[in-house]
Nanobody, 116 residues
Framework: QVQLVESGGGLVQPGGSLRLSCAAS????????MNWYRQAPGKDRELVAT????????TYTDSVKGRFTISRDNLKATAYLQMNSLNPEDTAVYYC?????????WGQGTQVTVSS
């Protein structure tokens, strides 16, 4: 059974940082591209960052470029999202997503709230 378990969310002040983790099990992690999505209240879910399998090339949505960094550790079967310079517009539930060929899996999400 495939599981993606996110952790690391919480309440942070504007300008602060958080590091999200996504621990995967039940799949060959290194084969999968890993994605982080987020969904704010009343908004559609949006793709925030992607890291490919293999060399691990990363791409980001424009609003987080220069502030967020996606990474992966294939030995630990874990993906990360380092988030710096957070602002209230980053408040959302953040979801981990794994894709390979026609297979895709979601985590349960972790809440990130940026507020003073």
């Amino acid at each position: 059974q495939v599981q993606l378990v996110e952790s690391g969310g919480g309440l942070v002040q504007p300008g602060g940082s958080l590091r999200l983790s996504c621990a995967a099990s039940g799949l060959t992690f290194s084969r999968y591209a890993m994605n982080w999505y987020r969904q704010a209240p009343g908004k559609d879910r949006e793709l925030v960052a992607t890291i490919t399998s293999g060399y691990g090339s990363a791409t980001y949505t424009d609003s987080v470029k220069g502030r967020f960094t996606i990474s992966r550790d294939n030995l630990k079967a874990t993906a990360y999202l380092q988030m710096n310079s957070l602002n209230p517009e980053d408040t959302a539930v953040y979801y981990c997503h794994a894709t390979w060929n026609y297979m895709a899996y979601w985590g349960q999400g972790t809440q990130v709230t940026v507020s003073s």
